[in-house]
């Protein structure tokens, strides 16, 4: 139940835990072929994502880490959504829920009006769509991205949620 589950900001001492989760998703679930070495931001969590402007949340129970998400600051009030992974089993509870809640939450005490920007495989994300949508978020062409905006893969669905 979503009443055992704790959100907190990521530390590097988490990048083990975090790779492990995302790359079972990615390889297992996705099918994708990524190589650990290709993110270094995952080893310096802090350095990449908190002293530079953005954040990395986990949601934790006690067997764990079982969802991530992350949001990189393209500028003073543009974010990249990132890193955004519930773990299989945890799926429909709320967990991608609180996750995002946490994530905004927190940056609007420090940017009022927040834009952001995520991009994804559409084809393997029909469940993301919803969930972004259900959120606020809208589908938006590549050209309406910011220059500086990190692109993963070719990514085919790229979405916006503007500030509030």
């Not at 809640?101 to 994804?120: G, P, Q, V």
């Amino acid at each position: 139940m979503v009443k055992e589950i704790t959100i907190r900001k990521a530390t590097n001492a988490d990048s083990a835990a975090i790779l492990d989760l995302i790359f079972h998703i990615w390889v297992n679930e996705n099918h994708f072929e990524v190589r650990r070495e290709n993110f270094p931001d995952f080893q310096q969590i802090e350095e990449a994502y908190e002293q530079a402007g953005g954040l990395f949340l986990v949601a934790l129970k006690a067997d764990g880490i079982i969802g991530s998400i992350a949001c990189q600051q393209l500028s003073d009030h543009e974010f990249a959504l990132k890193r955004m992974f519930v773990k299989k089993s945890e799926r429909g509870c709320g967990v991608a829920q609180m996750l995002l809640d946490h994530l905004l939450k927190h940056l609007a005490k420090k940017h009022h009006a927040a834009i952001f920007y995520l991009s994804t495989k559409e084809d393997v994300a029909i469940a993301a769509k919803k969930f972004y949508l259900k959120n606020g978020f809208r589908v938006i062409n590549r050209s309406a991205l910011p220059k500086n905006f990190p692109f993963f893969y070719e990514d085919d669905l790229l979405m916006k949620r503007d500030g509030k």
